[in-house]
Each structure stands twice: as structure tokens, then as C-alpha cells.
């Protein structure tokens, strides 16, 4: 599925025009590139796939308390920076994100693709980007296709969550920051392909209307 605000045309157009130019820089070592967006994962049952001939009853956990995590995923490299929480990601959140960041440069610029949530758009984020001399480059409107830390979030929910059952917060939070800190180093090979600097695009006609 497309969400339907969606612009094909707008999204190849971005793609061709902004971010591979700035992806071709970053595989030559000229420029770092990170692709920043946040997950909010929920303390509740993901199942994967179930088939039984049998009545089976399945142990949910209680409550639904949520770990936040604000990523900026290296697009070369797939090493993660995040900041991370159990309330909520705001401005604050994607600022401490920057200097992060920037307390990481290697003398060549950066470039970070968001998406235009209102947090990641404020003045105040803004104008910490330029004070660091981090480059913002925000995505088309409804183009998670073009975001490659979108497919990170899934690639952690089916390895930590998908039919899995935590008893508690703590082990739930525990397995996923233990997931996102290898995503370089143990998930390297599983990513590999997965995180692949070819983006999904769509032709209009590929649309369906319903």
C-alpha cells in the first residue's frame, strides 16, 4: 500500500534531485548521510504467524507503556544514533539528536532526511541544524518509501517482537535497545540487503482507486 496523498511524480523527482546526489557524495566519503525518523514501540501482543487446528490461548502482556526511539540511521554504514524515552519525543528530543551528532563529525558535512512531523520542523530545531552545520533535508509528504530507517523499524519489530512475550517493560525495552545497538555489528549481514540504497518508487497508473 501507497498512502494516498502520496505524489509519485514528487517522490522521483526528490529522489533523482536531491537525495542520490547527496547518497553518491556519502558512498565516496565526502559527506555523511542519515535517514531520522521515530518509533514508538508498545508493550502489547505482535503475532506473527499462527496456524492451529487446536483452540490455543496466547499471554498478553498488561498495560500498553511505550519505549520511543528517535534514530538517525547512517546510510552507509547503518550505525544507529538514537535518544530514546517512555513518554514522549518532542523538539528537545530531536535537538539532543543533532548534537549527538554533531559531537560525532568527521570533518565532512551532514545530511539528514526527516519527515515533516511538527517537532522535526520547528524553528527550534532549525535553528540548531544550522548552528551545528547539519544539513535538514525534509522528505515529501507521505513518502515513508523514500525513508531507509523505515525499514530498520520493521526488520527490529519481526526480530524483537513478532510472537514474542515479555513479562515486563524492562525486558521488552532491554530487547530492543540490545537489537538497534548491533544493527552495525551482529545484524550487519541480516541488513545488508534490507537497507539497500535502492528506493521503492510508484507510477500513477500503479495506483488503484477505491
Known amino acids: ?95 539532543e539528536l543533532l548534537k549527538k551528532l554533531a559531537a560525532g563529525q568527521i570533518g565532512i558535512p551532514i545530511t539528514l532526511f526527516l519527515d515533516n512531523a511538527r517537532y522535526q520542523k520547528c524553528t527550534l530545531v532549525t535553528a540548531t541544524a544550522a548552528r551545528l552545520q547539519i544539513e535538514l533535508c525534509f522528505l515529501p509528504a507521505y513518502s515513508p518509501n523514500l525513508n531507509l530507517i523505515e525499514r530498520l523499524w520493521r526488520f527490529v519489530k519481526k526480530k524483537c517482537l513478532y510472537s514474542v512475550y515479555y513479562s515486563n517493560f524492562d525486558l521488552f525495552r532491554a530487547a530492543i535497545v540490545d537489537c538497534l545497538e548491533h544493527t552495525h555489528t551482529h545484524h550487519k549481514a541480516d541488513l545488508q540487503t534490507l537497507l539497500n540504497l535502492r528506493f521503492q518508487l510508484f507510477e500513477k497508473q500503479q495506483i488503484l482507486p477505491v
Not at 27 to 32: F, S, V, Y
Not at 42 to 60: E, K, M, Q, T
Open 1 to 95: 500500500m501507497i498512502p494516498a496523498k502520496a505524489d509519485p511524480d514528487l517522490q522521483a523527482e526528490y529522489l533523482q534531485m536531491t537525495i542520490q546526489p547527496r547518497l553518491d557524495e556519502a558512498t565516496a566519503g565526502k559527506r555523511e548521510v542519515f535517514f531520522v525518523d521515530a518509533a514508538h514501540f508498545v508493550l502489547a501482543p505482535f503475532l506473527g504467524f499462527l496456524w492451529s487446528v487446536a483452540r490455543l490461548f496466547i499471554r498478553a502482556p498488561a498495560g500498553r507503556q511505550r519505549f520511543n526511539v528517535l534514530g538517525a540511521l547512517n546510510a552507509v554504514t547503518h550505525e544507529l544514533i538514537s535518544v530514546t524515552n517512555d513518554t514522549y519525543i518532542t523538539s528537545v528530543e530531536v535537538c
